[in-house]
């Protein structure tokens, strides 16, 4: 059975470089910035919010 969505809610990434991350995002995909937490499955890493 095929189903139909409307569209993506997110997408998640593990990466090695926080600044890699932010520059790849802003710069290719043209996404902004919102806002950074602690990763709560993994309190070491950090956790971008973009849009």
């Given amino acids: 059975m095929r189903m139909k969505t409307k569209g993506i809610h997110h997408i998640t990434a593990m990466v090695g470089n926080p600044q ?6 802003g710069t290719v995909l043209g996404l902004r910035f919102v806002k ?8 070491g890493t950090y956790h971008f919010y973009q849009n």
């Fill in 20 to 25: 890699e991350n932010l520059d790849f995002y």
């Fill in 36 to 43: 950074k937490t602690v990763n709560f499955d993994d309190p």
